[in-house]
C-alpha cells in the first residue's frame, strides 16, 4: 500500500514509467545517454536467488522464496482464478532468518497451510531480520526452528518434496561478521516433514547491467560500488541505489537511496546546463 | 502495446505471430527468447524468438496451443495487441567459428531452430539440418529450412512424409556417411534433446541444446527455471537458455517441468469452456 502510494506519488509529479524495458538487454545505459538522457538511476533490484547445493533442491515444491513470493504477490497466485499456479502447501518449510525468510513464512501461511516453519542455523537472537517482523512472524504462528541447519531435502516416488533432514547446531566463537559461528552437534540428525520448502538465502545483484555497462565499477560480490551517501558510481551521470547497490536489503533503505540519489541528479544537473 | 501485424496458421495446432516490438527487433539474435503476456491478468510466458526483422520492426513467435495461455494467445489476431512482451531476454546462441553444424529439430522446436540455421547459414557455414515431426500434417518451415540448408532431411515417426524413423536415426546416418560436425544444435522436446545427445557422446560431438523450464520473470531473479548443468546450479533465464547438452540433468528437468500439470490441465479444461461460450 506505501510503496504503491509511494509510485502514484511519482505519476502525479509527471515521471513516465516504461514497462517492459529490461535495460541491459533491450538497451544498455549507453544507449540510454545516446538517446539524449543526461543522468541514469540504476535501481535494478535484488538479483539470482542464493541455494544451499544441498541435495534434493530440484525436487517439486523447493522453492526460492523470491519464486514463491513472485508468484503469489506480483502474479496473483493468491487470487482464486489466477492463471499463475503456486503450490497449495500444507507443511511448509523456510529456509533463513531474513526479512525475506518472514514474508515467504507469513505468506505460506496467509495461503493457507496449517504448520509452517522458520529453519535457521543461528539462535533467535541472531536472526537477521528486523524485530517487528519476527514477532508478527512469531504472532501469526510460524513456529521457529532456530539452531536448525538443513542437510537434504526428500521426495517422494512422484518426486515431490516430503521432507528435509536436519542436524541442530550450537553456537561456537565469533566469526569474521562478529556473530557466534554455527558448529554442528554431533549425531543430531532429525527429520522435518514438510511438502514445500522455500530457500530465502539472500541473493545476489543482477548481473545485466553490470555486464552490459563499461566502466561501472561492481565489488567481488557484484554489488555496484557507489561513493558517498548519494548513489554516484563510477560513472559519470549514473548513478544508483537500493539492492543493486547494498545486496539484499529492506524497500525503506531502497526508496531513501533513491530520493539522496534524486537530489544529487538534480544538482548534478544543473551544475551541467549552468557551465 | 505490442500489436499483432500478422498470423498464420502453420498447422492444427502450430500458429506464427509477427509482433510489432521495434526495440527488441533491433537486439534480437537467435537463441534469445521473449515473455508475453497476452492480457494483463495472464501467465507470463517465455517463447523463443523465431524470427525478427529488425527493418520492419518486427519480432516473429511461433507458438503450439497446448494450454490455458496459449489458447488465450490464439484468441487474439491481426490487429489486437498483446498486453506485455520483453526482450531479447537469454544469451545468444554461439555461432563463432563454426564451419560444418548439423541443426537437429523437433516437433515446434523447428521454430527455433530455424533461425539458428539462418545464421549459421548467412555466416557461410555447411549446414545440415535434421527435421522432425509425429506426422505430416505437422510439418512447418520445411521451406524455410531448405533454404538454409546444405542437407535437409525430414523425419516422421509414422512416415507419412519424408522419412519414417526418429531425428537420431537419421543423424547417425549422416555421421556415418562420413559428415564431421564442429558442433550439433538440437532443440525440441527434452526426450528428444536427450536422445540426440547421448548419441553425439557416442560419437564425440559437442552439442548444444536450447533449455525451455518453467520460468516466471525471465531476468534472474525467481530462479524457478533452474537446471543442473555438469552438477551445477544454473539459470536457464541469464546463463542460457543454450547449454551444453552433454552436462545437462535432462531427467531432472523433465521431473522439474511436470511441476504444475494438474493445475494446467485444470486451466486448459476452463479455457476450453470459457471459450465455448464466447462462440
Not at chain 1, 81 to 109: E, H, L, Q, Y
Request: some cysteine.
Amino acid at each position: 500500500m506505501i510503496v504503491q502510494k509511494e509510485i502514484d506519488n511519482l505519476k502525479a509529479i509527471g515521471v513516465d514509467i516504461e514497462t517492459n524495458m529490461v535495460i541491459g538487454k533491450i538497451l544498455t545505459i549507453d544507449e540510454l545517454f545516446e538517446m539524449g538522457y543526461e543522468a541514469v538511476f540504476i535501481g535494478s533490484g535484488a538479483g539470482l536467488p542464493r541455494f544451499m547445493n544441498i541435495p534434493g533442491e530440484s525436487l517439486k515444491g523447493v522453492y526460492s522464496a523470491n519464486e514463491y513470493l513472485t508468484r503469489i504477490n506480483l502474479m496473483k497466485a493468491y487470487k482464486k482464478g489466477s492463471k499463475t499456479p503456486i503450490s497449495r502447501s500444507k507443511k511448509v518449510a523456510v529456509v533463513g532468518g531474513g526479512n525475506v525468510a518472514m514474508d515467504a513464512a507469513r505468506s505460506a501461511m496467509r495461503m493457507g497451510a496449517d504448520e509452517v516453519y522458520i529453519v535457521y542455523r543461528r539462535g533467535m537472537e541472531e536472526l537477521p531480520a528486523r524485530r517487528e517482523e519476527v514477532e508478527h512472524a512469531v504472532e501469526e504462528g510460524i513456529v521457529f526452528k532456530t539452531l536448525t541447519n538443513p542437510v537434504e531435502i526428500t521426495g517422494n516416488e512422484n518426486g515431490e518434496v516430503c521432507g528435509m533432514k536436519c542436524v541442530e547446531m550450537e553456537l561456537g566463537e565469533p566469526d569474521a561478521s562478529g556473530r557466534r559461528r554455527p558448529i554442528v552437534k554431533e549425531n543430531s540428525g532429525f527429520t522435518i516433514e514438510a511438502d514445500t520448502v522455500i530457500m530465502a538465502l539472500g541473493t545476489s545483484p543482477n548481473p545485466l547491467i553490470r555486464s552490459t555497462t563499461p566502466g561501472l565499477s561492481a565489488d567481488k560480490r557484484g554489488c555496484i560500488v557507489t561513493e558517498g551517501d548519494f548513489g554516484k558510481t563510477s560513472r559519470e551521470g549514473v548513478y544508483a541505489g537500493g539492492d543493486a547497490v547494498t545486496g539484499a536489503a529492506t524497500v525503506i533503505l531502497a526508496m531513501g537511496a533513491g530520493k539522496a540519489a534524486a537530489k544529487a541528479i538534480d544538482e548534478y544537473i544543473r551544475n551541467k546546463t549552468t557551465e | 502495446m505490442y500489436r499483432i501485424v500478422k498470423k498464420k496458421i502453420l498447422n492444427p495446432t502450430v500458429s506464427l505471430m509477427e509482433i510489432e516490438a521495434p526495440l527488441i527487433a533491433k537486439k534480437a539474435e537467435p537463441g534469445q527468447f521473449i515473455i508475453f503476456r497476452a492480457k494483463e491478468d495472464s501467465e507470463r510466458v517465455p517463447l523463443t524468438i523465431a524470427d525478427f526483422d529488425r527493418e520492419k520492426g518486427t519480432v516473429t513467435i511461433i507458438y503450439q496451443i497446448v494450454g490455458g495461455s496459449t489458447m488465450e494467445l490464439d484468441t487474439l489476431g491481426e490487429g489486437d495487441c498483446l498486453h506485455d512482451f520483453v526482450g531479447p531476454l537469454g544469451r545468444p546462441s554461439e555461432t563463432d567459428g563454426l564451419k560444418k553444424v548439423a541443426v537437429i529439430g523437433g516437433g515446434v522446436g523447428c521454430a527455433i531452430a530455424y533461425p539458428i540455421a539462418k545464421k549459421l547459414s548467412s555466416l557461410g557455414c555447411e549446414v545440415h539440418s535434421v527435421v522432425g515431426f509425429r506426422n505430416k500434417d505437422l510439418v512447418i518451415l520445411e521451406d524455410e529450412f531448405r533454404s538454409v540448408s546444405n542437407e535437409l532431411r525430414i523425419m516422421t515417426d509414422d512416415g507419412s512424409y519424408g522419412t519414417k524413423g526418429l531425428v537420431t536415426n537419421a543423424l547417425e546416418e549422416l555421421i556415418k556417411e562420413g559428415n564431421s560436425y564442429d558442433e550439433v544444435i538440437a532443440i525440441g522436446p527434452l526426450i528428444m534433446m536427450k536422445f540426440v545427445c547421448l548419441l553425439t557422446k557416442k560419437y564425440d560431438i559437442k552439442t548444444v541444446v536450447s533449455m525451455n523450464p518453467i520460468m516466471i520473470d525471465g531476468t534472474g531473479m525467481c530462479g524457478g527455471c533452474r537446471l543442473t548443468v555438469g552438477g551445477e546450479t544454473k539459470f536457464a533465464c541469464v546463463d542460457g537458455p543454450d547449454f551444453d547438452g552433454h552436462l545437462v540433468d535432462f531427467d531432472e528437468a523433465m521431473h522439474r517441468g511436470t511441476m504444475y500439470r494438474d493445475f494446467e490441465a485444470h486451466a486448459r479444461e476452463e479455457s476450453c469452456n470459457l471459450l465455448k461460450k464466447e462462440n
